[in-house]
């Protein structure tokens, strides 16, 4: 009998992620530190091994820790206050002065509001597309216990053909550069190597073609992802027009910065050439539903997503932010699969196994974090998400694939577990003080509407007495 620390037996349904995409009834994990050391049948890993902490997997799917492929957590506080709008109101009128507004303290709750959903939806690492409080996102991240890839938030164009930065985000492209790089001289591999940083090029037409490719020359040395929101409005695609003269992705092809550590954002507006462009630098793509279709942006009417995974780019899926409303991965597994199938006129786009592979798998490859997250197998981090199905969401149950993505919400999250640590066991967070958070949320929001200066456009259309 060889000692562990963990084991997760008696699973009904555990599905690996592996290269046979492997799921076992009755099975069982064995976690020694942060590491799985074997993945089976229960009697098989109770027979080898013995642990210092038993958790039962019974009435549970267990899954590797979901990864959100792009999620603001400065956004967290925004729920609200940016319905029914298109690309160029929600940025430049609502959510960039909204985020101007945070404080660093705000930024810190925000990401710590971030981080406990995450955990009760049973994601277990994020990548943050960039903020003004970075150190704030893996400060809350690291409490929280799970994992996260981090950014300075980069921008040198203060007016650009698609509208003008708040003062506060002005930059010169020097300072955007040195900043962006510190944050990840700071951080990356930062808290036993649960925190990862990455640039950020934010927005690609609020940006020089002289910081983006010493952006990525700066990623290219140390190692790192960079990314950026491109294609996703018209109006993005337009002012790329007007300023560049191409579409965004052929005018970062033309400045020579695609690659594999490139991730962009959206990709929803693509011209002929660029899903050609995506596949042979072999750039990673997040694809967001619920902010697409909450501000119709256009991206599944106008995507190629099925497409693009077809020619075998790596295409994650991204809850992107509290703004439109949800933040639950595996909703939003089922609106991305559901909103092609309905536009496509096509029930066979999009299934449940690609969607899963999406969340799991292609996350990781978007994060850079393959080799250590993504799947259930030996050698790989203990990020584990067990999922309760003792709950009206999840029966009946004759394929745990189909309700994961087609029933479940991210809430029947149940136990959590992150680098071989519980960070929530049946529905309790350890990690940190979810309901002092909640109250401290509930002080502070509205300080932070009247700093944003949105209270006229966000309250309540009905009489409130
Ligand atoms: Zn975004």
Redesign the pocket.
Known sequence: MRDVDLIVHGVDWLITMDSDRRIYRDGALAVAGDIIVEVGKSDAIMQRYQAKRLLSGHRTVVLPGLVDG???SS?QMSRGLADDVGSQEFLFGRMYPYEAALSSEDSYLSALLCAVNCIRHGVTCFID?GNYHPEQTAKAVAEAGIRAVVAKSSMDIAHSSFGTLPPRFQETTESALTTGLDVVKQFHNSHNGRIRASLSFRGVNNCTDDLIQKMKECADQAGVLIQA?AC?AKETRDASMRQHGLPEIERLHSIGVLGSNLLL??CGWLSPKEPELLREFDVKVVA?AS?SLHNAYGNILMGSIPELLEMGVAVSV?S??ACSGIVDLPTEMFMLSSAYKEVRLDPKVLPPERLLEMATLNGAACALWQNEIGSLEAGKKADISLFSTDSSDWLPLYNPVSNMVYSAPGATASTVIVAGAVVMEKGKISTVDEQAIYEAVLERQPHILEATGLTASVAPKWPVI
Do not use: M
Request: proline share 7%; charged share 5%.
């Open positions: 792009h999620l603001h956004f597309p929101h996703f954002v959206h967001c902010s991204g992107d932010h």
